[in-house]
Nanobody, 114 residues
Framework: QVQLVESGGGLVQPGGSLRLSCASS???????MAWYREAPGKQRELVAR???????NYVDSVKGRFTISRDNVQNTVYLQMNSLKPEDTAVYYC?????????WGQGTQVTVSS
């Protein structure tokens, strides 16, 4: 079992950057890790996923701007977000999946506004 804690959210101007971190209380080595986001009035959507061995996929709206990465020694997953847009405003959640086990963090708010 793992506990996930996100950090790094905040207020940023359009065009700016943020780096989100998701620290796990246990080893993430076996887990597929992902970042989701939930904007007000919208359903939670998958933003980026990184598999156990490092392959990645992204929702079309963030391709070329966001990068997901993982550090299996530090048990941390990152989301580097560049060229942020107001429509990226949401609560961002970290997610870990292995077989039937799914874990979520508590979320971190990202607000993109001038």
């Amino acid at each position: 079992q793992v506990q996930l804690v996100e950090s790094g959210g905040g207020l940023v101007q359009p065009g700016g950057s943020l780096r989100l971190s998701c620290a796990s209380s246990g080893s993430i080595r076996l887990y597929a890790m992902a970042w989701y986001r939930e904007a007000p009035g919208k359903q939670r959507e998958l933003v980026a996923r990184i598999a156990r061995f490092g392959s990645t996929n992204y929702v079309d709206s963030v391709k070329g701007r966001f990068t997901i990465s993982r550090d299996n020694v530090q048990n941390t997953v990152y989301l580097q977000m560049n060229s942020l847009k107001p429509e990226d405003t949401a609560v961002y959640y970290c997610n870990a999946v292995y077989l039937e086990n799914t874990y979520w963090g508590q979320g971190t708010q990202v607000t993109v506004s001038s």
